[in-house]
């Protein structure tokens, strides 16, 4: 399942060189975004979490993995200004966590059983 580590984390440091090179930002500037997103997964995680504990998985990481794919998207059509980058970085780091595989109680006993 793709989500934010397995799409950002660790993909990022594949970009830093094209970035730079593409719009002649600074290698620490455009690191800095990494760490925007870092920082508001951070923030963001007891928001999610209570809302996955209050609505459900599927009403919270349905709409977080259509909002983190058009986030990745708009990627895509990135200017050469460092602040929509870092719109970017943040809004991904937002509903990052959001994108992760959900486990029902009765997955989790499995798990555990199986382990």
């Not at 990494?34 to 990481?61: E, K, M």
């Not at 460092?82 to 509903?95: I, T």
């Amino acid at each position: 399942m793709v989500g934010f580590g397995s799409l950002f984390v660790y993909t990022f440091s594949v970009f830093v060189k094209p970035l730079a090179t593409e719009f002649g930002w600074s290698r620490e500037a455009i690191s800095r975004g990494f760490a925007i997103a870092a920082l508001t997964v951070a923030v963001s995680s007891p928001a999610l979490g209570r809302w996955l504990d209050r609505y459900g998985p599927r009403r919270v990481v349905l709409p977080c993995i259509a909002i983190f794919g058009l986030a990745v998207a708009s990627l895509g059509t990135l200017r050469p200004h460092l602040w929509h980058f870092y719109a970017v970085c943040l809004l991904l780091g937002m509903v990052g966590n959001g994108t992760g595989k959900w486990v029902t109680p009765g997955r989790f006993r499995a798990g555990l059983q199986n382990g």
